[in-house]
């Protein structure tokens, strides 16, 4: 079964980091493409960051770029979003999906951002 | 960035009846969209990809059309258990956008 775990999430205090861990399982990790996606409470979806298989191609939103880095380990079958300078805004859940697709998606992990 | 604008932002349908949601790309994105379901407390499901292809075990009154900028989400015969909010992305762009969602509820 193809399957997305996220970790890592928690209550942070404005300025503060947090790094965020999906552990994939049931499928080919290091062929695919992954992707974070957040959802403020209450509110829709925004696509966060993608990487590539390799981590060759990586992109960000612009309400991220320059804080959070996404990163990769294909031996450990593991994606990352590393999250800096965190303010409140950025409180969400964060889920990563699989591929172009988005498909599937993790449970999601919630990140508070207040002091 | 590509915008994706999305309607109606809610809709209040009755069992059995057809549904339609509509989303618009700022520019030409090809097929390259999908829609997802999301309920509430739950992870979004993808439903539709390429515009038009149904997900493997989505049930078939789900449909996709569309190419270009004008894109269309049908629920041929609405059940209970689509309640839901509903949101189309598209991947043209490597930086992908979302709709601002669909939600659905039963009349």
């Known amino acids: 079964e193809v399957q997305l775990v996220e970790s890592g999430g928690g209550l942070v205090k404005p300025g503060g980091s947090l790094r965020l861990s999906c552990a994939a399982s049931?499928?080919?990790?290091?062929?695919?493409?992954m992707n974070w996606v957040r959802q403020a409470p209450g509110k829709g979806l925004e696509w966060v960051s993608s990487?590539?298989?390799?981590?060759?191609?990586?992109y960000y939103a612009d309400s991220v770029k320059g804080r959070f880095t996404i990163s990769r380990d294909n031996a450990k079958n593991s994606l990352y979003l590393q999250m800096n300078s965190l303010r409140a805004e950025d409180t969400a859940v964060y889920y990563c999906?699989?591929?172009?697709?988005?498909?599937?998606w993790g449970q999601g992990t919630l990140v508070t951002v207040s002091s | 960035d590509i915008q994706m604008t999305q309607s109606p932002s809610s809709l209040s349908a009755s069992v059995g009846d057809r549904v339609t949601i509509t989303c618009q790309a700022s520019?030409?994105?090809?097929?390259?969209l999908n829609w997802y379901q999301q309920k509430p407390g739950k992870a979004p499901k993808l439903l539709i990809y390429?515009?038009?292809n149904l997900e493997t075990g989505v049930p078939s009154r789900f449909s996709g059309s569309g190419s270009g900028t004008d894109f269309t989400f049908t629920i041929s015969s609405l059940q209970p258990e689509d309640i839901a909010t509903y949101y189309c992305?598209?991947?043209?762009?490597?930086?992908?956008?979302f709709g601002q969602g669909t939600k659905l509820e039963i009349k």
């Open positions: 390429d515009a038009s």
């Open positions: 520019q030409d994105i090809s097929n390259y």
């Open positions: 992305q598209q991947y043209d762009n490597l930086r992908r956008t």
């Open positions: 049931g499928f080919t990790f290091s062929s695919y493409s």
């Open positions: 999906a699989r591929k172009s697709h988005f498909d599937p």
């Open positions: 990487i590539s298989s390799s981590s060759s191609y990586i």
